[in-house]
């Protein structure tokens, strides 16, 4: 449903593969506690979170797209048929560890997906100026029948019980976890954008299994994918988070550089999307040019045959 018709581009993922390597520095949207995940960058290299505390000084660029064993690696997320590991169990397990990679590429984050859709995804970070709702974004997708994944964290659903609800109950929409305080997910402590990650292995689970429960109540479901505040993890974080059931997961397209972009920008970002992308917005920031940026860009994808899917559309078999 929502999946557009008509074929995908494909064989312009090749070329995007191109374009995007020119990230260098980035910086987040996420930058606020209260803004979010706006990343961006990243080269190949760990990144070290630095970077104003009020959003990105330049667009930040979009990751540079994986290369395909890592988009395949995709294709397998860790399910949660079953119950997860306990807290206790995760210590036993995780603690003493000492992460290798920190930023936005770390190994096991899946970034994009193999599939011939375009996955749209759009964060809702809660916090101070951060608990609005993009209902012009929102009435734009209905509007089209283009589905999308909700990434939604915890702040955000306690200032908007009855949106949250709603948009539980709408299967146009994915609802995936987004983190209980809106943390960078770190087994140390490592910070992004001057926000402290998790300290400790035990806080990464409760960020993790905090907004994990408060999602399973409010759809009654297992959340499948999570994506943490800034977007920044370490490799041990993402391993615990897999071993939980989640699939961590960022992205190739910054499509509103969290939520700063004009409309015309995100039109442009959003635009290049292919078959295989997943792009990175925002639903809480309805000042943006977020939705004034799809409702000029969706529809043009749509007429040149690009077909969209939730997470779970595009990255389980
Ligand atoms: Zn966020």
Avoid at 297 to 308: A, C, E, K, M, N
Wanted: net charge neutral.
């Amino acid at each position: 449903m929502g999946d557009s018709k008509r074929r995908p581009l494909a064989g312009r993922r090749s070329v995007l593969l191109g374009m995007a390597g020119l990230a260098s520095s980035a910086l987040s949207a996420c930058a606020n506690s209260d803004s979010s995940a706006g990343p961006t960058v990243a080269g190949s290299g760990p990144a070290t979170g630095h970077g104003p505390a009020t959003g990105p000084a330049t667009p930040p660029p979009s990751i540079a797209a994986k290369s395909s064993e890592q988009a395949s690696a995709a294709l397998a997320p860790t399910t949660a048929a079953t119950a997860p590991p306990s807290k206790q169990h995760i210590l036993a397990e995780f603690s003493g560890r000492h992460p290798k990679e920190w930023g936005l590429l770390v190994t096991g984050v899946v970034n994009g997906s193999a599939s011939a859709k375009v996955a749209l995804t759009f964060d809702a970070c809660g916090g101070h100026g951060g608990t609005g709702c993009d209902h012009a974004l929102l009435e734009t997708l209905r509007r089209l029948n283009v589905p999308a994944t909700l990434f939604i964290n915890s702040r955000w659903i306690h200032a908007n019980p009855g949106l949250s609800a709603e948009l539980a109950a709408d299967p146009l929409f994915e609802l995936a976890n987004h983190g209980t305080a809106h943390l960078p997910l770190s087994v140390n402590g490592k910070s992004a954008y001057g926000i402290p990650g998790t300290a400790s292995v035990a806080a990464a689970y409760d960020e993790l299994m905090g907004n994990q429960q408060i999602l399973q109540d409010l759809t009654g479901k297992v959340p499948q994918f999570f994506r943490p505040g800034t977007a920044f993890y370490d490799d041990v974080a993402v391993e615990l988070t897999r071993r939980l059931g989640l699939l961590p997961v960022n992205f190739t397209i910054n499509g509103d550089g969290g939520a700063t972009y004009s409309a015309a920008t995100v039109a442009v970002e959003v635009g290049r999307a292919a078959a295989g992308d997943i792009v990175i917005s925002h639903f809480n920031r309805p000042a943006s040019g977020t939705a004034g940026g799809y409702a000029r860009s969706l529809p043009r994808l749509l007429d040149h045959g690009v077909s969209f899917g939730r997470l779970r559309d595009v990255l389980t078999p």
